[in-house]
């Protein structure tokens, strides 16, 4: 059974950091891209990053050089390092894996984690 499993959301003031992390377990991670997707309060989930297999990234135009996404293949393991975070940024936010970065950034996501919550102050 493939698992994701997020951790590290919380709440911040405006400008802060966080560092979120997703830990999979299930299957080869290695060999698929994996992403991070948002939801607020009364609006639909969407994509916010996603890196392939081979390191390439795709970003939202909205979090363009604040925030950045990494991972580590030996530990399955991705972390997404969110900085200068600002109130419309508050989500759940959501590990993802898919078969490349197009497909996750079209929203087409083959395994989601449960979410993890990104509250911003003012």
């Known amino acids: 059974q493939v698992q994701l499993v997020e951790s590290g959301g919380g709440l911040v003031q405006a400008g802060g950091s966080l560092r979120l992390s997703c830990a999979a377990s299930?299957?080869?991670?290695?060999?698929?891209?994996m992403g991070w997707f948002r939801q607020a309060p009364g609006k639909e989930r969407e994509f916010v990053a996603a890196?392939?297999?081979?390191?390439?990234?795709a970003y939202a135009d909205s979090v363009k050089g604040r925030f950045t996404m990494s991972r580590e293949k030996a530990k399955n393991t991705v972390t997404f390092q969110i900085n200068s975070l600002k109130p419309e940024d508050t989500a759940v936010y959501y590990c993802?894996?898919?078969?490349?970065?197009?497909?996750?950034?079209?929203?087409?996501?083959?395994?989601w984690g449960q979410g993890t919550q990104v509250t911003v102050s003012s």
């Open positions: 993802a894996t898919g078969a490349n970065t197009l497909v996750l950034r079209s929203g087409r996501a083959d395994c």
């Open positions: 299930g299957r080869t991670f290695s060999l698929y891209a």
């Open positions: 890196i392939s297999w081979s390191g390439g990234m």
